[in-house]
């Protein structure tokens, strides 16, 4: 059993947090205020809740879950962390002040790894102290339904904090895959380009939306077609990861179609705002 500090709340953190929880590891979740943190953690209860109504899980190990976790405001609460996971805003700067209020405070023995799904690790290591000690840990959503965990070693993380990693990651249930630190990683590398290709698609008449996620969904027995999963994932992030792929390499698969820089300008941000392709 570990102790596991997790920054940030929202859904990545929440559902990294509960699978920490999960695995037995005593877990001190931090988000900025009391409303996140209580909407954090009230996530993992419904998550939770559903799971026993489905019959996934029990009420004694839901229970034992929520036992094994605490919200907190203060950076200060995850000083004795064994390892830490950053999951807050996508933003290099304010992952860098966060890095930094936190190796102010943790064990020099303690891992720190980020769950960014578009920055480079190496420059979010680049301002710290201890950057050796620093990798990528990217999770997918739902978390506590994806077994896949990317493994990122930056140029200056040490081996013993990527066999940590890797070790950390299949304590969770997950199934570790090493990926480089460039832009998309392994999955968004793939992920991305065919989003963007399906908004493409679309744009040229080659479908409706409904058609051509039937297309991809009973055709190739992906669990969710183009659009559903760009609902999904966010048409805002799925926007800033693009961006950042096509900053780094120049290439017009990874570049935004003009529907979807539309749609980020409208508000339609998929599930999370009520509409995106679809309407919630
Ligand atoms: N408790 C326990 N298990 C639960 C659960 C709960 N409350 N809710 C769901 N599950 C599990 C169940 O185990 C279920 O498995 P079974 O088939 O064995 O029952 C599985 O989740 C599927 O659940 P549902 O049947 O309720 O839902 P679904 O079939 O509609 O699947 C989904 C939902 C898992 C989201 C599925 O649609 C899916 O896999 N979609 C694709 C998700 C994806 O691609 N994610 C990656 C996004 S990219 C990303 O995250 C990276 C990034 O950087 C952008």
């Known amino acids: 059993?570990?102790?596991?500090?997790?920054?940030?709340?929202?859904?990545?953190?929440s559902?990294?947090?509960?699978?920490?929880?999960?695995?037995?590891?005593?877990?001190v979740v931090r988000e900025v205020d009391e409303a996140l943190v209580e909407k954090g953690l009230g996530r993992i209860r419904a998550f939770l809740d559903a799971g026993v109504a489905r019959g996934k899980t029990t009420p004694a190990a839901r229970d034992a879950t929520l036992a094994n976790l605490t919200g907190t405001t203060d950076v200060a609460d995850v000083a004795d962390a064994d390892v830490v996971v950053e999951a807050i805003v996508e933003n290099l700067d304010a992952k860098r002040e966060m890095l930094a209020a936190l190796e102010r405070v943790v064990r020099p023995d303690a891992l720190?790894?980020?769950?960014?799904?578009?920055?480079?690790?190496?420059e979010m290591a680049a301002s710290m102290e201890h950057p050796e000690r620093f990798l990528g840990l990217h999770f997918f959503s739902p978390v506590p339904?994806?077994?896949?965990?990317e493994v990122i070693r930056g140029l200056a993380t040490g081996d013993d904090a990527y066999r940590r990693g890797m070790d950390f990651a299949a304590t969770l249930g997950k199934d570790p895959v090493t990926a480089p630190d460039r832009p998309g990683f392994i999955v968004n590398r793939l992920l991305i380009p065919y989003l963007l290709d399906a908004i493409r698609a679309y744009e040229s008449g080659v479908g409706t939306i409904e058609d051509i996620d039937k297309g991809m969904q009973m055709g190739c027995g992906h669990p969710m077609g183009p659009f559903t999963l760009l609902d999904?994932?966010?048409?805002?992030?799925?926007?800033?990861?693009?961006?950042?792929?096509?900053?780094?390499?120049?290439?017009?698969?990874?570049a935004a179609p003009p529907?979807?820089?539309?749609?980020?300008?409208?508000g339609r941000l998929g599930r999370k705002s009520?509409?995106?392709?679809?309407t919630y």
């Not at 059993?1 to 929202?10: A, F």
């Not at 339904?145 to 965990?149: A, D, E, G, I, P």
């Not at 999904?232 to 990874?254: C, H, K, S, W």
């Open 1 to 13: 059993m570990l102790t596991v500090g997790v920054l940030g709340c929202g859904l990545m953190g």
């Open 15 to 27: 559902g990294i947090a509960q699978v920490c929880a999960q695995a037995g590891h005593r877990t």
């Open 112 to 122: 720190i790894a980020s769950n960014t799904s578009s920055l480079c690790i190496t």
């Open 145 to 149: 339904v994806m077994k896949l965990v």
């Open 232 to 254: 999904f994932v966010g048409l805002d992030t799925t926007y800033y990861i693009a961006n950042i792929m096509y900053e780094e390499f120049r290439d017009p698969q990874y």
């Open 259 to 266: 529907l979807l820089r539309r749609m980020v300008a409208a």
């Open 274 to 278: 009520g509409r995106g392709f679809y």
